[in-house]
Nanobody, 127 residues
Framework: QVQLVESGGGLVQAGGSLRLSCAASGRTFGGYAMGWFRQAPGKERDFIAA????????YYADSVKGRFTISRDNDKNTVILQMNSLSPGDTAVYYC????????????????????WGQGTQVTVSS
């Protein structure tokens, strides 16, 4: 079992940046692939990014490539989502997720590829 707690959400103006953190506890953090998703009101939960156990491999949704960066610190049991050039379309609840497996791709049914989920943190981007 892995427990995940997100933090770092808030209100930011368009063009600004936010840094989300996800603290993990429970089983060995380094043995899990980590991911970020987001869900806007009335919409599906969408995949944003994933990172492998070592941090050596990452995968991004096309919508955030070049703007968002996922990273991890296994010594601190933390995964980070650095978000730059934010726009109102990025407004959503952001969720951290974990799974023992890292996949080569996350285009198909990405939610099913993560077993553990955090409670989410709200990000609001004003215009």
């Amino acid at each position: 079992q892995v427990q995940l707690v997100e933090s770092g959400g808030g209100l930011v103006q368009a063009g600004g940046s936010l840094r989300l953190s996800c603290a993990a506890s429970g089983r060995t953090f380094g043995g899990y692939a980590m991911g970020w998703f987001r869900q806007a009101p009335g919409k599906e939960r969408d995949f944003i990014a994933a990172i492998s156990w070592s941090g050596g491999s990452t995968y991004y949704a096309d919508s955030v490539k070049g703007r968002f960066t996922i990273s991890r610190d296994n010594d601190k049991n933390t995964v980070i989502l650095q978000m730059n050039s934010l726009s109102p379309g990025d407004t959503a609840v952001y969720y951290c997720a974990a799974d023992p497996l890292y996949y080569s791709g996350y285009r198909t049914d990405p939610k099913s590829k993560f077993r553990y989920w955090g409670q989410g943190t709200q990000v609001t981007v004003s215009s």
